[in-house]
């Protein structure tokens, strides 16, 4: 080795021991509670002293990754929940459960049930969010909805409250499908085989939680301008298959980028995509809007973080344009809504802009998704054969 490699590969040794250094220091400095998530963080600590370790732990690692939480540990402890109804609360433990947050959303509600009764969910529970839209009076109606009500204004902390409190009452160590209500939830094939199938083989394979990514559904004309008189899911047939970037974030845990918006409002909108919602959860989960906690060994282990099912969102229907100002006027959202102001900006300029564009997918059968650049295609075509060796 000459003297001059000599000199380079000390100064990459300088470097390298500086950064750890650097991170000890700020570790050392966020544990002493001298920095203001250090102090979020002793705070939390007390006021959840009275829960169950593994469910201290799950909440102390939120507040790490998500900030402060103190929506979600005030709505938690004070129990606010109430049970409208609970049409049997002895459902077998191996048949699933779909979980969904709304307000004023009873259009999509309606679609998103029928939806997902074809692919053999036979338990819904929903949380009304004080709806004046007539989507509380139309789940109550439903046999197949146990239905719960918040008086609370929303967060997405105090939805995760929310939803700790009503699995609180549903139980644990089973699947649910965690979805909002804008999404329907979709796997190729699954016009051959029910969720329940799908499952079966999630559990052969050891899997306990997977990636489905968020796909934007849009219409083929300018934003907010579609027919709102129509089914919005014949209207908004069309979706990116090539725009798509995954990669592994935190605690393995994927990230998915780039997509329809990412594509029409630039780069600044690279919001994470990934959701996890078909998941086995235990008496110490806590699902938040992205990840599912805790993420620790065990959880690595039995999280698939290749995408083998996706979301279909329905997030830019005529309506929405309201929920957008709302959400500006709040700024309840992620990051105080910033990205809806983003939106909302470009939209304002452009009247006409429009998510289709030559290499927009239209949505014909679930076989549609495989085109989907991130898509786990070795996967299904495992599923698929399966299935045929069953008949």
Request: glycine residues 4%; contains cysteine; hydrophobic residues 40%.
């Amino acid at each position: 080795m000459s003297g001059n490699q000599i000199e380079v590969f000390a100064v990459l040794v300088l470097v390298e021991i500086a950064k750890y250094i650097k991170l000890l220091i700020r570790r050392t400095i966020q544990s002493m509670g001298l920095t203001k998530r250090g102090r979020n963080y002793y705070s939390a600590r007390r006021a959840i002293e009275g829960l169950d370790t593994s469910l201290r732990k799950s909440i102390c690692q939120y507040l790490y990754i998500c900030g402060n939480i103190s929506d979600f540990i005030d709505s938690y402890m004070q129990k606010k929940l109430s049970v409208e109804k609970m049409i049997d609360k002895n459902i077998p433990c191996d048949e699933l459960i779909l979980l969904c947050t709304v307000k004023d959303d009873l259009m999509r509600v309606q679609a998103q049930i029928e939806h997902h009764r074809k692919i053999g969910v036979r338990h819904f529970a929903y949380i009304d969010n004080m709806s004046t839209d007539g989507t509380f009076e139309w789940l109550k109606e439903q046999e197949d909805v146990i239905l719960f009500s918040i008086n609370e204004a929303f967060s997405a902390s105090r939805s995760a409250a929310w939803k700790k409190q009503a699995l609180d009452n549903l139980g644990y160590d089973r699947w649910y499908l965690v979805i909002d209500s804008d999404e329907l939830f979709v796997y190729p094939g699954m016009e051959l085989f029910s969720i329940g199938r799908y499952i079966e083989h999630l559990e052969i394979k050891g899997i306990q939680s997977i990636l489905a990514p968020m796909i934007d559904m849009y219409s083929s004309k300018p934003v907010f301008s579609a027919d709102a008189e129509v089914d919005f899911r014949n209207e908004y047939r069309f979706f990116d298959t090539d725009t798509y970037a995954a990669f592994t974030g935190y605690g393995s845990s994927a990230r998915v980028r780039g997509g329809a918006r990412s594509r029409l409002f630039g780069s600044i909108n690279q919001v994470n995509l990934a959701k996890y919602p078909l998941t086995k959860i235990h008496a110490d989960t806590i699902i938040s809007c992205h990840n599912n906690f805790p993420i620790n060994r065990r959880t690595r282990k039995i999280r698939y973080n290749k995408a083998v099912a996706f979301l279909l969102h329905y997030k830019f229907l005529p309506g929405d344009i309201q929920k957008f100002r709302n959400a500006i006027k709040l700024e309840n959202y992620a990051g105080k809504s910033r990205w809806i102001k983003q939106y909302m900006k470009a939209c304002e300029l452009n009247p006409e802009i429009s998510f289709y564009f030559e290499s927009s997918q239209i949505f014909n059968s679930s076989m549609d998704l495989l085109k989907i650049n991130i898509c786990d295609k070795g996967f299904f075509e495992e599923l698929r054969n399966s299935f045929i060796e069953d008949i």
